[in-house]
């Protein structure tokens, strides 16, 4: 069984920055990408960020400049650091791995339970 435990969301002003955290626990073998989605009210749910094992790092066109994931392999954790938030990037916000539990066998993609990003303005 696989966890993904996000956290750092909040209440944050125009202009401030937020870090959020994504950590995995359970039976893990490996991770592969990373990656950081958002879900306003009444919205579908985008892409914002993604990281390949290696580091190749992928934005939306609406956060690239402001936000930079980054991931720590040896704590199976992935980050967002959000700057120059705009009231436009209140969502809910989930992050989610491709993780194989053994080293036979497919990849699964999980997804956090979500954390709350109001940016007011």
């Known amino acids: 069984q696989v966890q993904l435990v996000e956290s750092g969301g909040g209440l944050v002003r125009a202009g401030g920055s937020l870090r959020l955290s994504c950590a995995a626990s359970?039976?893990?073998?490996?991770?592969?990408?990373m990656g950081w989605s958002r879900q306003a009210p009444g919205k579908q749910r985008e892409l914002v960020a993604h990281?390949?094992?290696?580091?190749?790092?992928d934005y939306a066109d609406s956060v690239k400049g402001r936000f930079t994931i980054s991931r720590d392999n040896a704590k199976n954790m992935v980050y967002l650091q959000m700057d120059s938030l705009k009231p436009e990037d209140t969502a809910v916000y989930y992050c989610?791995?491709?993780?194989?539990?053994?080293?036979?066998?497919?990849?699964?993609?999980?997804w956090g339970q979500g954390t709350q990003v109001t940016v007011s303005s």
């Open positions: 359970g039976s893990i073998f490996a991770i592969n990408g």
């Open positions: 989610k791995m491709g993780i194989k539990a053994r080293m036979v066998g497919a990849e699964a993609l999980y």
């Open positions: 990281i390949t094992s290696i580091g190749t790092t």
